[in-house]
């Protein structure tokens, strides 16, 4: 079994060690400045006022951070950016597809609202290439059911492109025990390529059960099984490392990191899933070679 890396000089070392070419990473934020500088402000905000530390450990310029991914081997990740009122989805999309265009190795991203145009915009990042889609919807503040998103789930499950969904705790909603948002959706268009976020945190048995009924679903590992992270939402239950592990090799776990936006250093992800001892086929399969067929890497 191969050993996690102690930090991120060693990080080379670990997916070397395991063969790859690399690490492809599904879950990697990139966001126009003034964005990304108003989401720094207000973590930064609510950190003090809970008397923590600020979150993020790689505040730096987008130059820096695309180079420090590629010295971390890096070769494949996205530019993960979700509208989360209307009007916005159309000129993110526009920012994400020029960055990716501008940056080898990233994915050309898009995201979008239930608002008018949506279909239009939608059809347009596809025809410009976007290979996979982010919706936020705690951040958004939207049901994944609205009416106008329904022609959107259907168009990308005709094609095939991916997207990851931050779904809404379904605790915190009271709805254990019935129909979720993302279950009516899948139930509509099965054939939807749905990575669900940070493992459904932190109602990881329910996700990992639509992961398992419904044959494109799959489970994204962003921040879960890093100390803050589960401190926070929840340990996963060592019930489920059997089910992740089968889900794992049928290309259905896949690694995601959510850098920058993140409290701990990139090389902590990667010692907590070698951390599971769930062996280096899994750990081949979910750092690189389940996104690269998702992603159609060449």
Request: proline content about 7%; hydrophobic content about 45%; glycine content about 10%.
């Amino acid at each position: 079994m191969t050993a996690g890396p102690h930090g991120d000089g060693e990080v080379p070392a670990f997916w070397r060690g395991l063969g790859l070419p690399g690490l492809a990473d599904i879950h990697v934020h990139f966001l126009p400045p003034r964005i990304l500088q108003r989401m720094w402000l207000r973590s930064d905000e609510d950190s003090l006022a809970g008397g923590l530390l600020p979150a993020y450990v790689y505040r730096w310029s987008d130059e820096e951070r695309v180079a420090h991914l590629r010295e971390l081997g890096v070769r494949a990740f996205t530019a993960l950016a979700y509208a989360h009122q209307p009007g916005m989805a159309d000129g993110l999309n526009a920012w994400t597809m020029d960055f990716a265009a501008h940056n080898d190795g990233c994915v050309p991203s898009a995201t979008f609202y239930p608002e008018p145009g949506v279909n239009r915009y939608t059809k347009a990042a596809l025809d410009g290439g976007a290979r996979v889609f982010k919706v936020h919807v705690p951040g958004g503040g939207f049901d994944l059911t609205h009416a106008r998103l329904d022609p959107i789930w259907g168009m990308l499950a005709e094609v095939g492109t991916p997207v990851v969904i931050h779904v809404n705790s379904l605790r915190e909603e009271g709805r254990l025990g019935s129909l979720d948002p993302l279950e009516v959706i899948l139930r509509r268009h099965p054939t939807l390529a749905a990575v669900i976020a940070h493992l459904g945190a932190p109602d990881y048995e329910h996700h990992v059960a639509l992961a398992q009924q419904y044959e494109r679903v799959c489970l994204d590992t962003a921040a879960i099984f890093t100390p803050g992270y589960e401190t926070a939402s929840g340990t996963v239950p060592g019930r489920l490392l059997p089910q992740l592990r089968d889900l794992g090799l049928a290309g259905k776990v896949l690694l995601g990191s959510d850098f920058p936006t993140m409290s701990y250093p990139y090389a902590e992800q990667l010692a907590g899933l070698a951390a599971l001892d769930l062996g280096d086929d899994w750990l081949r399969a979910v750092c690189w070679y389940n996104a690269a067929r998702l992603l159609q890497l060449e």
